[in-house]
């Protein structure tokens, strides 16, 4: 198993550019999440989706949408970048019967730029 | 709203002497809660975890924590810090079953 795979691992983007950060987990986990993590504020949520088709909004949700049209992919779109939206992105998965248990699963995060 | 609080943002402690990080939390439900740690420049790992039972916790590299609903904490501890501890450390409460709400981190210094 691959587990969550993200996709890119660096990128720099210039002010008003839009991207999409990939998340994609191969474990049939049903919930994921998307965080961002800045010095001295620890990681905090974006926003996160409990199946396909369902997504809900986090605690920093602005200027970030996102979809989940299929169970093993839930991508994070920057629509017009910010130089504030710099940060290191976190995607996260898990069972609503074993996330309890076995904990998140991680990726290893896309650090963004934007200038 | 759930809220995790980690009231020290950074914690130096000699090589071979006793560690506690301190957590408190604000749920209203019995709360699901996880310690994760994050060496410089790598990903999250999972060092415990609590979601029923027995309120004393153990984890990986020799860590523990305790749930004390009374005090709305999960401290973590660990008798004899190791210089590869070093790190920064995340408390999280899980939110409604579907993802994490984290702490600010403490960052864990440990001098020889």
């Known amino acids: 198993n691959a587990g969550v795979t993200q996709t890119p691992k660096f990128q720099v983007l210039k002010t008003g550019q839009s991207m999409t950060l990939q998340c994609a987990q191969d474990m049939n986990h049903e919930y994921m999440s998307w965080y961002r993590q800045d010095p001295g504020m620890g990681l905090r949520l974006i926003h996160y989706s409990v199946g396909a088709g369902i997504t809900d909004q986090g605690e920093v949700p602005n200027g970030y949408n996102v979809s989940r049209s299929t169970t093993e992919d839930f991508p994070l779109r920057l629509l017009s970048a910010a130089p504030s939206q710099t940060s290191v992105y976190f995607c996260?998965?898990?069972?609503?019967?074993?996330?309890?248990?076995?904990?998140?699963?991680f990726g290893s995060g896309t650090r963004l730029t934007v200038v | 709203a759930q809220s995790v609080t980690q009231p020290d943002i950074h914690i130096t402690v000699s090589e071979g002497a006793s560690l506690e990080l301190r957590c408190n939390y604000s749920y209203g439900a019995t709360p699901y809660l996880f310690w994760y740690v994050q060496s410089p420049g790598q990903g999250l790992q999972l060092l415990l975890k609590?979601?029923?039972?027995?309120?004393l916790v153990q984890g990986i590299k020799g860590f523990e924590a305790e749930f004390k609903r009374s005090q709305s904490s999960f401290n973590l501890r660990k008798p004899s810090v190791h210089w590869s501890d070093a790190a920064e450390y995340f408390c999280a409460v899980n939110q409604a079953g579907t993802a994490l709400i984290f702490g600010k981190g403490t960052t864990l210094s440990v001098s020889s």
């Open positions: 609590y979601f029923s039972g027995d309120t």
């Open positions: 996260a998965s898990s069972r609503p019967d074993r996330g309890l248990i076995y904990g998140y699963t």
